[in-house]
């Protein structure tokens, strides 16, 4: 470890950093032009062509407002708890890998520039347990605000994260284990390697389904197929840990002015507002990362053994902002779409239909997997 | 599967839109400073005074708007005509008139109670001011002038529309004073944004031959007497 691995490190951070920010920026605005759409209007046009601008016309409307504390206010935590929320949603992304890596020789040495800014070998454990820090932002907000509508909001934070979390770990624990079968020895919870077992297709089966094999072997190897349960459960969980609508109940408008971020104001209410954007797009990385191959998609190779390493990662990266993309579109769509639930909804939901569901996914598919293993107890 | 079937229909509701907006004619808003839509006929936007071809002023001093204003932002105070100069055909004239429009709640009710069709209103709604005071109309603003434009409080505005200031409501156009519509466009009432008497609109289907009618009473809409007027 030299100084040419230290500054690798500071430039991945801060590509991350910078990449979170342009794509907080566009997709606040992306939303507010789809959401426009769908209801037949406009959107902002007056900052930038067709408003492009509209966000960094507010940001800066932020930057500069007053900041209102509320009398009653814990202070010190009614202060920590948007940079809590903007932090654990800076750290969720640091896991996730957003393009191919290439090597490249500095210093003397050849080291590999990965796109990611760090790669644990616990990230799917990192990642549950940093969502889980960041629901502590929102009730703490809640909370120290002195305030009874955001400390309602708090109190339903609480009960949503406890529910969803639990959905959500189930349904990555099946995921995680199906991997660690079939790559016996892998590192099977970072997600570098995540995507690299997702790499390449399906191969050709043997037997009476052997006349498919045109089109198997042509379908990527991505997780989905073999896991379709544990995504819907993780997909649904996800919109619910970053407080969307349909699960927006922790800031409904309509009930609690705005949940826990009602008496925030000016830079702190933008971070709230940040720390959900950038949510959203993690959590749709990372179920494109877990689910359907990250930034793997074809030609990379061929790309990279004609061309040059660095234009297979460009457009790898492309392949993944598409994917990603086709997600948040997902999540603005379903925005525009759903009322709220009710409150016992939410927890039917949570209880009674995700968390049984994992469990049953779960039981089912280590009987699967051992069966595979191990043959039948009987034979 | 019910459940799910209603989640797609509702994201099929959206979809549609989206696509309808994006690609086809889905869109109904505009980019309003930039393009102004064409108001409907019977809009209540801000209240004119109007005159008659002589140049007198029609109201009268009467109060029956302020009377009538339930949001009691008229305040109207009559004064003898001057026997040299009459100021209106009547015996006062509205010597102060004042319109709060922060009050206002453009009911129109105030041009429905004029005897003399001396209120009306227009099709301007951009008034928005940044202190109270300009928010009170007086009769510098509310009076037309003579060659029947209408004042402006800020004409340089960016948002001053002129034209829409002189485009009257047609709703009292339209109908008889009280409001009956068997009276439909029989010259009871001319009021219109500016100077001097208009003939009515026909008939509120736009219609001509809706002016002939039978009332209840067997008369025919030929045989009915206009209103008088004072
Ligand atoms: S429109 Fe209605 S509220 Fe406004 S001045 Fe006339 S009567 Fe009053
Ligand atoms: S505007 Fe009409 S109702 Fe009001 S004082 Fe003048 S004449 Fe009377």
Request: hydrophobic content about 50%; overall charge negative.
């Amino acid at each position: 470890m030299d100084w040419w691995d230290v500054l690798l490190v500071v430039v991945r951070v801060v590509g991350v950093f910078a990449l979170l920010m342009t794509v907080t920026v566009l997709l606040v605005w992306i939303e507010r032009k789809l959401v426009a759409d769908m209801q037949n209007r406009l959107g902002p046009m007056r900052a930038g062509p067709h408003g492009v601008l509209q966000t960094v016309a507010d940001g800066l409307k932020l930057f500069f407002k007053e900041q209102i504390t509320p009398a009653k206010s814990e202070f010190l935590i009614y202060m920590l708890a948007p940079a809590l929320s903007v932090i654990t949603a800076f750290l969720m992304f640091l896991v996730v890998p957003f393009a191919r890596p290439f090597d490249i020789t500095l210093g003397g040495q050849v080291r590999s520039f990965t796109f990611q800014a760090m790669d644990l070998n616990i990230s799917v454990l990192y990642v549950l347990a940093i969502s889980s820090i960041a629901v502590y932002a929102v009730v703490l907000a809640g909370w120290s605000s002195g305030s009874k509508y955001p400390l309602l909001g708090g109190v339903r934070a609480t009960a949503q994260a406890i529910s969803y979390e639990a959905a959500m770990g189930l349904s990555l624990v099946a995921l995680i284990m199906f991997i660690a079968v079939q790559n016996r020895g892998g590192d099977v919870m970072s997600m570098a390697s995540i995507v690299d077992f997702q790499a390449g297709t399906y191969g050709a089966t043997e037997g009476f389904l052997s006349f498919l094999n045109p089109i198997i072997t042509r379908v990527p190897k991505w997780f989905i197929l073999p896991q379709v349960i544990p995504f819907i459960i993780f997909a649904t969980a996800g919109v619910a840990e970053t407080n969307r609508a349909p699960f927006d109940l922790v800031e409904a408008e309509q009930e609690l002015v705005a949940g826990f971020h009602t008496e925030y104001s000016g830079m702190r209410f933008a971070m709230f507002f940040l720390a959900e954007y950038i949510n959203m797009f993690t959590m749709s990385a990372l179920m494109v990362t877990l689910f359907f191959g990250g930034w793997g998609g074809p030609f990379l190779d061929t790309i990279a053994l004609n061309v040059g390493p660095w234009l297979a990662s460009v457009v790898s990266f492309g392949y993944f902002m598409a994917k990603v993309f086709v997600f948040l579109f997902l999540f603005i769509w379903i925005r525009a779409s759903f009322p709220r639930l009710r409150y016992d909804q939410l927890m039917d939901l949570g209880w009674k239909r995700l968390i049984p569901g994992a469990l049953l996914w779960l039981v089912a598919s280590s009987l699967a997997l051992a069966i595979r293993q191990f043959g039948l107890p009987w034979t | 599967m019910g459940i799910i079937g209603d989640l797609v229909k509702g994201m099929g509701v959206t979809g549609r839109q989206m696509i309808a907006t994006i690609f086809g004619d889905g869109m109904i808003t505009t980019e309003y400073p930039k393009a102004f839509r064409e108001k409907p006929e019977r809009f209540h936007g801000r209240h004119v005074l109007n005159r008659y071809e002589d140049g007198m002023e029609k109201c009268i001093g009467c109060e029956l708007c302020a009377g009538a204003c339930p949001a009691r932002c008229i305040y109207v105070r009559g004064k003898e005509n001057p026997a040299d100069a009459p100021v209106s055909p009547g015996e006062r004239f509205g010597f102060v008139y004042e319109i709060n429009m922060l009050r206002c709640i453009f009911c129109a009710l105030c041009v429905e109670a004029c005897p003399t069709e001396a209120i009306t209103m227009t099709h301007l709604f951009e008034m928005s001011t940044t202190n109270r005071e300009d928010a009170i109309y007086t009769k510098t603003e509310l009076l037309i002038n003579e060659d029947g434009s209408a004042n402006h409080m800020f004409p340089d505005d960016r948002l001053a529309n002129l034209p829409e200031l002189l485009k009257a409501d047609g709703w009292m156009r339209a109908t008889a004073p009280q409001g009956r519509v068997e009276y439909e466009g029989i010259p009871g009432w001319t009021p219109s944004a500016g100077v001097g008497l208009r003939p009515p609109e026909v008939g509120q289907s736009g219609d001509a031959a809706a002016r002939d009618f039978t009332l209840p009473d067997g008369t025919t809409s030929l045989e009915v007497e206009p209103d008088e007027e004072e």
